[in-house]
């Protein structure tokens, strides 16, 4: 199975080097059987589309030769059919399917909570056939979030495709992305600039260049100063909460400690990064309670306020620890909400001691 970064797949496209089929995914999940639980990034994926549109097919005869499906609403014999059909004055045809996860009906567990085989779905076997021996004039780009590897489709789409993997940016990679985004526009940022964008914004590509591109018109062409980024650029506070989220799910001190402190260079308000701490705890008391009495996923999502990806890794954190371990986190912010508000030590040292007594190691054994 060939893999390829966005950039590598950029690259090799600009070169004229186009496959006939592409699986863009999100994060791959190795050797695990299920899929990975996170959203790939978007916006590259759409840059990724649109260079291998310019590059691909010809201006003049475009419009015959770009077919555009969604698999949640085309049968897939149908996709299948035009991507069999031969180019329109042109020498290649691009055939676009997206949300390949839609097609496909859902693996559901046996008595013995073990998953049964995929039940096949409609067009799959066509499918699957294609692969073997694709279009040489056609090339295929299939949408699959999260690819299921209980799924024979799931085996054939690795086994033939060149993969794309758009796995969401660290911080540290959105940053050195920021500052190449400037260089292409004649601007430049020092770190801590950038350290504060990021902090205000997070790693979504798709919202960081909304701000970076603010920031090049109130510039036109020079450098970028913290300054500039406290007058321009807002708190985008729910993908922050995310962010910051994710490292305490995990017990990842180092991380947690790291995003905490460059939120609280940025500005944010200690009572409110507080606050996403509290309702973090919340969501995984209530989430606790629900998956004790068997309620679905699907309704925990509901209950908590999460998608159901985000409450599907909420939910996987939340079977380690026990009531009790989530009884003293809560207890513990209380107490520095008390704090804070009486002015008792500096807040920073507060919220930092209350993330490091949260990701110590699990204390209890879960029940």
Not at 64 to 69: A, D, E, P, T, Y
Not at 89 to 97: D, I, P
Not at 125 to 152: C, G, M, Q, W
Not at 227 to 248: G, K, M, Q, T, W
């Amino acid at each position: 199975m060939k893999t390829l970064t966005p950039q590598a797949f950029m690259r090799a496209v600009e070169r004229g080097q186009v496959e006939p089929l592409y699986l863009f995914t999100g994060p791959l999940p190795g050797g695990r059987r299920r899929p990975v639980a996170q959203e790939p990034e978007r916006y590259l994926q759409r840059r990724a589309v649109e260079t291998l549109i310019e590059r691909a097919l010809d201006p003049a005869s475009r419009a015959f030769n770009l077919s555009l499906f969604s698999a949640g609403e085309t049968p897939l014999a149908r996709i299948i059919d035009v991507a069999r059909q031969l180019p329109v004055s042109s020498a290649r045809r691009l055939v676009v399917v997206r949300e390949l996860d839609r097609a496909f009906k859902p693996v559901r567990q046996s008595d013995s909570g073990s998953p049964r085989a995929a039940a096949s779905t409609p067009g799959e076997r066509e499918l699957i056939e294609y692969l073997k021996h694709p279009s040489e004039t056609t090339t295929i780009v299939f949408f699959y979030d999260a690819p299921d590897r209980r799924r024979n489709v799931t085996h054939a789409l690795l086994k033939t495709c060149t993969i794309v993997e758009f796995r969401p940016l660290d911080e540290r990679e959105a940053a050195a992305w920021a500052r190449e985004y400037l260089r292409q526009y004649g601007c430049a940022a020092d770190d801590g600039a950038l350290g504060m964008l990021i902090g205000r914004v997070g790693s979504d590509l798709r919202s960081l260049v909304n701000e970076l591109n603010k920031l090049i018109a109130y510039v036109r062409q020079g450098p970028i100063s913290r300054a500039d980024v406290e007058i321009l650029v807002p708190y985008l506070r729910e993908h922050s909460n995310f962010e910051l989220e994710a490292p305490l799910l995990e017990r990842d001190r180092g991380r947690a400690l790291k995003l905490l402190r460059r939120q609280l260079e940025a500005g944010q308000p200690p009572v409110f990064l507080l606050g996403v701490i509290s309702q973090l705890y919340r969501r995984m008391m209530l989430a606790k309670d629900l998956m004790a009495q068997g309620v679905p996923n699907s309704e925990v999502a509901r209950a908590v306020g999460l998608p159901p990806h985000r409450v599907g890794r909420l939910n996987e954190h939340v079977r380690r620890l026990s009531i009790r371990e989530i009884s003293r986190g809560i207890e513990r912010i209380a107490a520095v909400d008390r704090a804070l508000k009486n002015s008792l030590g500096p807040p920073a040292l507060q919220l930092e001691l209350l993330v490091y007594e949260l990701c110590s190691p699990h204390t209890d054994r879960q029940r």
